[in-house]
Nanobody, 128 residues
């Protein structure tokens, strides 16, 4: 069964850090890209980062650049999103999704050629 499973969300104070994980099963990430998206209540879904496994390229939305770091572990078939200097506006449910590639558009992140494989999401709450 092809699936993605996110974990690592939780409650953190402003300025704190969290590391999200996205574990793939049923397929290998070696040939694909993984994008991280987030959606806050009442807001549109936003792409925050994307990594392309074939060439290792990483991309970030302007809103998280310098604070978030995406990385991949081929052996574990896993993608991580290290989030630092968290702000209340980072509060959202975070999802990972598989695609053929990454796009940067108007300071935001999109994926190219979605495989229509999404995780169930993990909630990040930044609050004091």
């Amino acid at each position: 069964q092809v699936q993605l499973v996110e974990s690592g969300g939780g409650l953190v104070q402003p300025g704190g850090s969290l590391r999200l994980s996205c574990v793939a099963s049923g397929f290998t990430l070696d040939y694909y890209a993984i994008g991280w998206f987030r959606q806050a209540p009442g807001k549109e879904r936003e792409g925050v980062s994307c990594i392309s496994f074939p060439d290792g390229s990483a991309y970030y939305a302007d809103s998280v650049k310098g604070r978030f770091t995406i990385s991949g572990d081929n052996a574990k078939n896993t993608v991580y999103l290290q989030m630092s200097s968290l702000k209340p506006e980072d509060t959202a449910t975070y999802y990972c999704a598989a695609a053929w590639g990454c796009n940067v558009r108007n300071g935001g992140i999109e994926t190219r050629g979605s495989l229509e494989v999404w995780g169930q999401g993990t909630l990040v709450t930044v609050s004091s």
